[in-house]
């Protein structure tokens, strides 16, 4: 493999977030980033997770910014929905963008 090959190679891979670099994390951000919100059983029920793993892990992205959460109450029931900031939706495509060029022929 050429040198400058391998340096974009290395390149790429210091431009992947560790943060996204969990599946359940980089599931919730791909959701978010098709609809404007969904709610903590929407995001539940797509991802197979239980309630304490998705919790931890929608915590983790809240913490770094990349989701906000707005909660209400409908029908006497809290309902906990998520957005992806605009934090969130640049480090998403930073991080499918070094995804690419990692996986990308070069000529």
Not at 39 to 61: I, N, V
Request: charged share 30%; aromatic share 4%.
């Amino acid at each position: 493999m050429p040198h400058n090959q391998s340096d974009g190679i290395k390149k790429a891979l210091d431009q992947l977030s560790k943060l996204l670099g969990h599946r359940t994390r980089l599931g919730i951000c791909v959701l978010l980033a098709r609809h404007t919100a969904l709610s903590f059983s929407r995001l539940k029920e797509l991802l197979e997770e239980t309630d304490g793993s998705l919790g931890a892990q929608l915590k983790k992205l809240e913490e770094e910014d990349f989701v906000s959460v707005k909660k209400e109450f409908r029908d006497r029931k809290p309902v906990s929905w998520y957005s992806l900031t605009e934090k969130g939706r640049v480090g998403l495509e930073n991080h499918l963008h070094a995804l690419t060029e990692l996986i990308q022929p070069k000529s």
